[in-house]
DNA sequence: ATTGCTGAAGGG
C-alpha cells in the first residue's frame, strides 16, 4: 500500500500510497533435499578463498575476513528514484545500491572510531523489518550476506518473489483504492501510515475486511516493523490475521519454512495486539526513529489528511491521535492466524494453516534473534542438521560459517 | 556527521 522515495533525498520528493475504502463488507516444498551425510565437508580449503567474479561489485572486491569493499563515489552518491510497482526490477537495481552505500560509510566509520559496532549501527538501522527477521530464521549468515552483498541474489529467486509481490499488489487494490500522497520528510512517511490506519480502523470496527495493515512497536528494545496481509472477521466472528504465500511450484513448504512463516504471523499478533492495548507511545517514534514531534507536516500529507477528515498540522499531533485511536477503539486482539497457500502459475490453493500462537516460545525466539542484532553474540549459521539449505544459497562458496565448519570437521585438533 | 540513516514483503 505504501511506496515512497527516499524522504531524505534533496531535490526529491516521494509519492506515498495511500489506501481508499470501497465498500468491504463484499470483498471476499518443492522438492525435498533429503539432509546431507557430510553436512558442511563438501567444502575444500581451496575454495575457502577462491572468491568468484560474481561477487565483485564495482570496483572493489569482497574478503570475507577483512570485510572490506570500496566503491567509487558516484555510486555511493547516487540517489535513486523509486518505482511505485513493488518488485520490478528498478527496485532490485535501488537495493544494491543501497546496500553498498551502507558498506562504504560503514568503511568511513570504522576508520573514525574504532569501536566495535553492533549488527543494528552497522547497518544504519533504526529499526527492524519483521521480514528481517524472518530470514533470520531460515539462516542468520545468509542474511548478513544478503545484507553486505545484495546484488548476489539468484535471479530465478527474485523472480519468483516479484512474482509473488505483483500478486499481493492485485489482492490489496480489491478492497481499496491507492492514491499518491507527495512526501517530503521522514515524519510525512510516517504520517501517511498512521493516516491509513486511521482509515482502516473504522473498517474493521463495521466488520470489514482490510489489507495491508502496518504494524510497529518496540520489541525486546527493538522498533519492529510491518505490514500484515490481511486482517478479517471469520464466521465466528473472531478475528483473523491472514497471510498469503503464492508459491512457485505446487507443492506446500517444508518444516522450516512453516516454521518462519509461523514466526512472521506470531510477531504480526505480538505487534497488532500491543498497539490496540495501548502499547504504542507516541514517544517511541522519537527515540526510536528519531524523528521530529514538531515537524511540520507536508501540505499534501495535510490535504490528505483532510479529505479523511482529520485536521493536524505536526507529527507529534497525528502521532498522538492515531495511538489513542488504536488504544480506544475497542478493536479485539488477533484471535486467529492463517497462512494461505496458493500456486503463483495458476493461482490454484495448495492449502490453508491454521498456526496456534504460544507467546512464550514467540518471545524467546525473539530475543535470541535480537542478541544477534544488538551484538551480543556472533552470527550463527545453520545447523549441520539443515545444511541441505547451503544447497540452495547464493553465498555458499563464500559463506565463512561453512568454511569453519569444514575447517574443524577436517582438522579436528 | 564532511556527505548521511530503510516502502515491507517478496520465496526457499
Not at 5 to 31: F, L, V
Request: with cysteine; net charge negative; glycine share 6%.
Amino acid at each position: 500500500m505504501a511506496s515512497c522515495d527516499d524522504p531524505q533525498a534533496p531535490s526529491a520528493k516521494s509519492t506515498e500510497k495511500i489506501p481508499e475504502q470501497e465498500a468491504t463488507e463484499g470483498a471476499a516444498d518443492a522438492q525435498l533435499h533429503e539432509q546431507d551425510r557430510d553436512g558442511f565437508s563438501d567444502i575444500s580449503d581451496s575454495e575457502l578463498l577462491a572468491v568468484p567474479e560474481e561477487a565483485m561489485i564495482g570496483s572493489g572486491g569482497y574478503d570475507p575476513f577483512a570485510e572490506k569493499m570500496v566503491q567509487p563515489k558516484e555510486v555511493a552518491d547516487a540517489q535513486v528514484k523509486i518505482d511505485d510497482s513493488p518488485g520490478t526490477s528498478s527496485e532490485v537495481h535501488q537495493k544494491e545500491k543501497r546496500g553498498i552505500t551502507q558498506s562504504f560509510i560503514d568503511i568511513t566509520q570504522r576508520k573514525r572510531k574504532q569501536l566495535p559496532q553492533t549488527p543494528l549501527e552497522k547497518y544504519h538501522m533504526k529499526y527492524l523489518w519483521v521480514t528481517n527477521l524472518c530470514s533470520q530464521t531460515w539462516c542468520e549468515q545468509q542474511m548478513v550476506y544478503e545484507f553486505e552483498l545484495p546484488a548476489f541474489l539468484q535471479p530465478e529467486k527474485s523472480a519468483v518473489m516479484n512474482a509473488g509481490s505483483s500478486i499481493h499488489l492485485a489482492r490489496e487494490l480489491e478492497v481499496h483504492d491507492v492514491v499518491s500522497v507527495t512526501t517530503q520528510t521522514r515524519e510525512d512517511s510516517w504520517a501517511v501510515k498512521f493516516l491509513n490506519i486511521l482509515s482502516m480502523i473504522p473498517v474493521l470496527q463495521s466488520g470489514g475486511l482490510i489489507r495491508e495493515f502496518p504494524v510497529f512497536g518496540e520489541q525486546d528494545g527493538v522498533f519492529l516493523v510491518g505490514v500484515i496481509d490481511e486482517l478479517g472477521y471469520s464466521p465466528k466472528g473472531e478475528l483473523e490475521l491472514r497471510e498469503l504465500k503464492t508459491r512457485g511450484s505446487p507443492t506446500l513448504p517444508k518444516a522450516a519454512q512453516k516454521r518462519s512463516h509461523e514466526f512472521q504471523v506470531s510477531l504480526y499478533k505480538l505487534l497488532f495486539d500491543g498497539m490496540v492495548s495501548g502499547g504504542l507511545q507516541p514517544d517511541l517514534f522519537i527515540q526510536h526513529l528519531h524523528l521530529m514531534p514538531g515537524q511540520e507536516l507536508g501540505v499534501q500529507v495535510k490535504e490528505h489528511a483532510n479529505r479523511v477528515g482529520i485536521t493536524v498540522s505536526t507529527f507529534m499531533e497525528l502521532a498522538e491521535l492515531t495511538c489513542l485511536n488504536l488504544q480506544f477503539s475497542d478493536l479485539p486482539m488477533i484471535d486467529s492466524l492463517k497462512v494461505e497457500y496458493c500456486y503463483q502459475e495458476n493461482g490454484a490453493m495448495l492449502g490453508c494453516e491454521v498456526l496456534h500462537f504460544n507467546r512464550e516460545t514467540v518471545l524467546e525466539r525473539l530475543k535470541y534473534y535480537m542478541e544477534f542484532w544488538k551484538g551480543l553474540r556472533e552470527t550463527q549459521g545453520v545447523d549441520i542438521e539443515e545444511a541441505w539449505k547451503c544447497r540452495m544459497c547464493s553465498f555458499a562458496n563464500i559463506c565463512e560459517w561453512r568454511t569453519s565448519k569444514s575447517t574443524v570437521k577436517k582438522r579436528p585438533r
